[in-house]
Nanobody, 119 residues
Framework: QVQLVESGGGLVQAGGSLRLSCAAS????????MNWFRQAPGKDREFVAS????????YYADSVKGRFTISRDNAKNTVYLQMNALKPEDTAIYYC????????????WGQGTQVTVSS
């Protein structure tokens, strides 16, 4: 079972940037599609972005399209989420997880990293 550890969260002013990382414990990381979700206080967890196991296909929630970029480095067993032009409504705990070849079954959730955007 793949273990995932997120890092890179913090406090940033609106308009600022952060880069989140999600490091996997195993080399089998490279066979998985990778996903970022987020959960704001009092709200359901929502999809943010995903990247295919090859890195060739990405998807984004409409709310982050054009501002966030997902990428991966299979040699480092790590997936990234570059977040630019941050807004207060981006404040949430961000989680990464795996899925497999397009199936929307999400597993191996990390513990999350807090992102707080001040206005």
């Amino acid at each position: 079972q793949v273990q995932l550890v997120e890092s890179g969260g913090g406090l940033v002013q609106a308009g600022g940037s952060l880069r989140l990382s999600c490091a996997a414990s195993e080399r089998t990381f490279s066979v998985y599609d990778m996903n970022w979700f987020r959960q704001a206080p009092g709200k359901d967890r929502e999809f943010v972005a995903s990247i295919s196991w090859t890195g060739g296909t990405t998807y984004y929630a409409d709310s982050v399209k054009g501002r966030f970029t997902i990428s991966r480095d299979n040699a480092k067993n790590t997936v990234y989420l570059q977040m630019n032009a941050l807004k207060p409504e981006d404040t949430a705990i961000y989680y990464c997880c795996t899925s497999y070849h397009g199936a929307r079954i999400y597993r191996n959730w990390g513990q999350g990293t807090q992102v707080t955007v001040s206005s």
